[in-house]
């Protein structure tokens, strides 16, 4: 009888800790899930943070505080001896800023014998109006002695005030803009003389030290310099690594000691492929520095091993079906390789060289080995030319002690952001859109 009783106790108990076995399970899943969400839901919120603060401190940067002053192009100041038809230098080497500050100064009623106000004017106005009367001067030289409407940029600390990042109210000596030209400011805003207009200077601009005349022109220029010269080096090689590694090589030490190089090339700091450039390409091959060329061959060599592994991956992705089928309807390996393995291995060819590219156009460090933080303000011609590229631009605006650059990197780093944004996107898209599923 009491064996009887404890088979049928132990009989019933089984499926009562096969439940509770079941629920921890399930629990314990619960609590994954939970951890999952947990981990993605900060990762969202850190992520939203860095971007509103981005955002928040670099959309006035597309916008920039410029005066409508009819400006008189005085004969008497730009050539007063007449010389220009026989001396080029003349319409260079004039005073425009004079002309600019004259137009103010009849536009506000400020008798030009005024020196303390007249003083406070050259604080108005950016000295980047002398570059811009004297290009407009030099393109048309009938400009001489007629009088046009003129949008002039004002200087960073007018910006800065008329865009409300400065507060008025604290006192005049603990700012940088006087009471006398925010009175200005804003009479000028009333006449409609004094707007803010979309800041084209920020795309076309090259490196200046005046914040307001500063942009990211020859920064753009290095980079589609460089990532040209990455897709050129960089994908044909790789691709053909990858093809031969991973479809004709014979497994052996040799390779396996490869593939293990390729992997840890993968992961090796950026900053090492700058001082690889900076020995080889500048120290022994005597390349120049600070030009897109040196930048472009040091990133390929960075982004060579990202392409290599996406590269393999898709090759080894494609079904030994289609292989064994291609041979056995008399092809060759370099037809079955060619014609049918590689264009099924295009989606996730085109997204490892793009994801390879973004990291290259996001890249800083082996950049600044190899001089391209140099300050460069004239467009590069070719890619032996002295440039610089976008995160190196951003680097060296973080740099500069006044305010108004600090405007310019967020708005920099949005610039940047996007052409990743687009970048990743595009590669997302071609997976979707050419993607086999076997």
């Known amino acids: ?19 509770i076995g079941i629920k921890r399970r399930y629990a314990a899943e619960r609590r994954f899930r939970l951890y999952g969400v947990l981990a993605i839901s900060f990762g969202i919120f850190f992520l939203g943070i860095m971007l509103v603060t981005i955002i928040g401190k670099g959309y006035t940067a597309f916008w920039q505080t410029t005066v409508t002053l009819p400006i008189t192009f005085d004969a008497k100041v730009i050539d007063p001896n007449n010389k220009r038809a026989t001396d080029a230098n003349v319409l260079i080497a004039a005073n425009y800023p004079v002309l600019a500050r004259d137009a103010l100064a009849d536009k506000l009623g400020i008798d030009l014998k005024d020196k303390p106000l007249i003083g406070k004017l050259k604080g108005f106005l ?12 030099i393109a048309d030289p009938s400009l001489i002695g007629q009088t046009r409407d003129v949008n002039v940029l004002a200087t960073a600390n007018i910006d800065s005030a008329f865009k409300g990042q400065i507060d008025l109210k604290v006192a005049e000596a603990k700012r940088k803009v006087s009471d006398q ?24 601009y090259g490196a200046s030290s005046r914040p307001e005349s500063s942009g990211m022109g020859v920064a753009i220029i290095g980079s589609f310099y460089m990532m040209v010269i990455v897709l050129l080096l960089a994908l044909p090689i790789g691709v053909a690594a990858s093809i031969y590694l991973e479809e004709f090589a014979k497994k052996s030490r040799l390779t396996d000691l490869i593939e293990v190089n390729i992997n840890n090339l993968a992961a090796v700091p950026s900053i090492v492929f700058g001082l690889l450039g900076l020995a ?3 120290g022994f091959l005597g390349m120049p520095r600070s030009a897109a060329l040196v930048g472009g061959l040091v990133l390929s060599l960075m982004t060579l091993p990202t392409i290599i592994i996406a590269t393999r991956a898709a090759l080894a992705a494609v079904p030994p079906s289609i292989r064994s089928a291609a041979l056995g309807l008399g092809a060759s390996k370099m037809q079955m390789v060619f014609q049918h393995i590689l264009p099924l291995a295009a989606p996730g060819i085109l997204t490892g060289t793009i994801i390879g590219l973004a990291r290259a156009l996001g890249e800083t460090a082996p950049l600044l080995l190899i001089g391209m933080v140099a300050f460069v303000a004239d467009y590069p011609k070719t890619p032996l030319d002295p440039s610089t590229a976008l995160p190196v631009q951003i680097y ?26 687009i970048m990743n996107i595009t590669a997302i898209v071609l997976r979707r859109r050419f993607e086999r599923r076997w």
């Open 1 to 19: 009888m009491t064996d009887i009783s404890l088979d049928t106790f132990t009989t019933a108990a089984r499926p009562a800790r096969r439940d």
């Open 126 to 137: 950016s000295d980047g109006v002398r570059t811009q009367l004297r290009d407009m001067v």
């Open 181 to 204: 030209q925010v009175t200005w400011m804003n009479r000028l805003a009333t006449d409609g003389a004094l707007a803010e207009h979309f800041n084209t200077g920020l795309f076309t």
């Open 280 to 282: 080889v390409f500048i």
């Open 396 to 421: 060296m605006w973080a740099n500069e002690p006044e305010r108004a650059f600090v405007e310019r990197v967020s708005g920099a780093i949005i610039i940047l952001l996007a052409f990743l944004m």
